[in-house]
Every structure is written in C-alpha cells, then in structure tokens.
C-alpha cells in the first residue's frame, strides 16, 4: 500500500485527538464548506462523496438537500463521532477506507468534496486519480489545499496534473485552504 507508514501515523493521530477535534476546527471547516457550495447545484437527486469526512460536519450540511452522501475517512474514531452525529439521517453512509484505495465502482458519484485531506496523502495526485475514478464523468469536484503547506501555484499544478480542471477559486483571507470547484478534463 502506497506510504502506509505515513498514513497509519496520520490515522493514529486523528484517533488519538478525535474527542477535540470538532471543538478545534469546526469554524474553520464551515468557512471551507461555504466557499464550496457556493454557486453548486446540489439537487434531491445528487449522489455525493466526501472523502476524508472527520467527524462528518460537511455531510451534516448537505443531506437533506441530496440524495445519499457518502463519507470516507482512514480514522475509526472521528467516524465513530460521524456515526453519532448522522444516525437519525436516513441517507448518510460511513465507509472506513483508505482514499488511495476506494471502495467503489467507478462513475458513481456526481459530487466529490475532499476537504482539507491531500496534505496527509503520500501522494495526493495518486488520491485525485482515485476520485476521479469513482466521479461520474460530469461530476464537480471541490478540492482544498492547506495554505500552510501548498501554495497556490503548486497546488494548480497538481490538480493539472490529476486531470481536474478549476472552475472557481475561493481563497481570501478567512479561509486556511484554497478551495477549488473543479471538473474533469475531457
Ligand atoms: C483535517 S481533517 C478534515 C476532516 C473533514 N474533511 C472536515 O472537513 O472536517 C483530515 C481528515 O483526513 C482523514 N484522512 C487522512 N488520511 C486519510 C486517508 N489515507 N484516507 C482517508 N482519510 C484520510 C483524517 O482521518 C481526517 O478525518
């Protein structure tokens, strides 16, 4: 399994700080979540995934306004909080994977959202690739990239180089990623 030795270090981190990480972080994801769905057309219709869903604050935001919302995460901890968190949610489904390798066929989904996760990926154009694989041809995507650890330009060209296409930027200053609606180029 590609880097898996980074990716059980991240995954050991998430469990071990999964009790605080709503209270730390929670502002912070829901100006991303902003950002993202702005200008989407998310129907009742609209097969959606996250990958790397945390505690899954960002499907919260969108189930009732879609037709199932899949979340993905590598730590058993913040999905077990997730598991809390959407039980009385008839279309969330919680699936403990690794997004290298996800379990799913191919074309599925009509939106894919991977919020603040690339900068744990040994690889993060492996990762889009994978996505890309399980997104519907005429799927948007929303990508993010930490400031802190990609800048802008880098982070262009790693989506280039992933086959995604940018459609919008939202950056300002209120927000710790770049966040990119995207879609696939043909
Ligand atoms: C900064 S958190 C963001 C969580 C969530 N997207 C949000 O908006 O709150 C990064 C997430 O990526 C997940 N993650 C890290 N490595 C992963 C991997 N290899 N596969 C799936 N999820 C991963 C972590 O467990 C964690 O939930």
């Not at 219709?45 to 604050?57: A, E, H, I, Q």
Request: proline share 3%; aromatic share 6%; net charge positive.
């Amino acid at each position: 399994m590609t880097g898996w030795r980074q990716k059980r270090s991240v995954m050991q981190r998430y469990n071990l700080t999964s009790h605080m990480y709503e209270e730390r972080y929670r502002e912070e994801q829901e100006a991303k979540y902003a950002a993202a769905l702005d200008g989407l057309n998310l129907t009742p219709g609209s097969k959606v995934l996250d990958v790397g869903c945390g505690t899954g604050l960002f499907l919260s935001h969108i189930t009732s306004c879609v037709d199932t919302a899949v979340g993905v995460d590598v730590s058993k901890q913040l999905l077990l909080i997730a598991k809390k968190c959407t039980k009385n949610l008839g279309n969330v489904l919680l699936v403990l994977a690794d997004a290298d390798h996800l379990p799913f066929k191919e074309a599925v989904f009509g939106f894919v959202f991977t919020f603040t996760v690339l900068q744990n990926m040994p690889k993060p154009e492996v990762t889009l690739k994978q996505i890309r694989k399980v997104a519907a041809m005429d799927a948007c995507f929303v990508v993010t990239g930490l400031k802190a650890t990609v800048s802008l330009e880098a982070f262009g060209e790693l989506l280039d180089a992933s086959g995604l296409l940018p459609t919008s930027l939202k950056n300002g200053d209120a927000l710790r990623c770049h966040v990119v609606q995207c879609i696939q180029r043909q």
